[in-house]
């Protein structure tokens, strides 16, 4: 292995570099009985994050112009809160939040293929908590949805 190998394995992360050595880990979801690809397979990053920001763009923009009147260091608290109560409603009652509806996601339970209200809540808190959402496992879930047996997919 010259340099530019090493350097580009360490570069695309360990599991790169063991696919490359020959291990096979399969598809995104493949453990968990979800297509490879349409509807209901696992979310992408970048749809999750777009649903994401589209959800808190709307939460700043309703705590800057309802709540706070322009008084910049209390929004951010406000948008918090009108994220946790935005999140629990529309993903605790329909599954998916107005940013998962217009990128096309849902959120399901493993077990059932629904979200009850009780497991959106644990979901939304640790959402809320920042930390658990940026653990993901081999999937692409992160820690609150494994806490929750919930996953993201596309409708």
Same mark, same amino acid.
Request: proline share 5%; charged share 20%.
């Given at each position: 292995?010259?340099? &530019?190998?090493? !350097?580009?394995?360490?570069?695309?992360?360990?599991? $790169?570099?063991?696919?490359?050595?020959?291990?096979? *880990?399969?598809?995104?979801?493949?453990?968990?009985?979800? +297509?490879?690809?349409?509807?209901?397979?696992?979310?992408? +990053?970048?749809?999750?994050?777009?649903?994401? %920001?589209?959800?808190?763009?709307?939460?700043?923009?309703? %705590?800057?112009?309802?709540?706070?009147?322009?008084?910049? +260091? $209390?929004?951010?608290?406000?948008?918090?809160?009108? *994220?946790?109560?935005?999140?629990?409603? /529309?993903?605790? /009652?329909?599954? *998916?939040?107005?940013?998962? &509806?217009? *990128?096309?996601? &849902?959120?399901?339970?493993?077990?059932?293929?629904?979200?009850?209200?009780? #497991?959106? $809540? $644990?979901? /939304?808190?640790?959402?809320?908590?920042?930390? +658990?959402?940026? !653990?993901?496992?081999?999937?692409? #879930?992160?820690?609150?949805? #494994?806490? %929750? &047996? /919930?996953?993201?997919?596309?409708?």
């Amino acid at each position: 292995m010259d340099n &530019r190998q090493a !350097i580009g394995s360490w570069l695309s992360g360990p599991r $790169a570099a063991m696919e490359d050595a020959g291990a096979d *880990f399969g598809y995104r979801g493949e453990q968990l009985g979800l +297509p490879e690809e349409g509807p209901g397979s696992i979310a992408r +990053p970048g749809r999750r994050l777009g649903a994401l %920001a589209v959800d808190w763009g709307l939460c700043v923009l309703i %705590a800057y112009s309802l709540i706070t009147h322009g008084y910049g +260091p $209390a929004t951010s608290n406000w948008a918090l809160l009108i *994220f946790l109560v935005m999140s629990l409603l /529309t993903v605790g /009652t329909l599954g *998916f939040s107005p940013g998962k &509806r217009l *990128f096309g996601l &849902r959120v399901v339970a493993l077990d059932t293929g629904t979200v009850n209200p009780l #497991r959106a $809540a $644990a979901r /939304t808190v640790l959402l809320c908590l920042a930390v +658990p959402a940026l !653990i993901w496992d081999r999937d692409g #879930r992160g820690l609150h949805d #494994r806490v %929750a &047996r /919930t996953v993201e997919v596309r409708m």
